[in-house]
Nanobody, 123 residues
């Protein structure tokens, strides 16, 4: 069982930065792949980024590549999403998720989800 709690969301102007954190409970965090997804009002859940349990095999959605960086600190049971050069279209609720598999863009792979944190980017 893994419980996830996101933090770090907020309101930022276009071009600004935010760092999201996702704190996980459970001793097996280091064995899970972790992903970030987002959902804007009226839209489907969208993959953002993921990385394998050891921090390798990192994937990004094309829409965030070069602007967002996913990382993890297994000693702190935490995964991060550094978001730079934010755009109004990045506005969404951001969710972190844990997968016992590889850490891909498919939300179906992920067994555990956080409650989400709101990110709003003003133009």
């Amino acid at each position: 069982q893994v419980q996830l709690v996101e933090s770090g969301g907020g309101l930022v102007q276009a071009g600004g930065s935010l760092r999201l954190s996702c704190a996980a409970s459970g001793r097996t965090f280091s064995s899970y792949a972790m992903g970030w997804f987002r959902q804007a009002p009226g839209k489907e859940r969208e993959f953002v980024a993921a990385l394998r349990w050891d921090g390798a095999r990192i994937y990004y959605a094309d829409s965030v590549k070069g602007r967002f960086t996913i990382s993890r600190d297994n000693a702190k049971n935490t995964v991060y999403l550094q978001m730079n050069s934010l755009k109004p279209e990045d506005t969404a609720v951001y969710y972190c998720a844990a997968s016992p598999q590889y850490g891909t863009s498919s939300y179906k792979e992920y067994d555990y989800w956080g409650q989400g944190t709101q990110v709003t980017v003003s133009s």
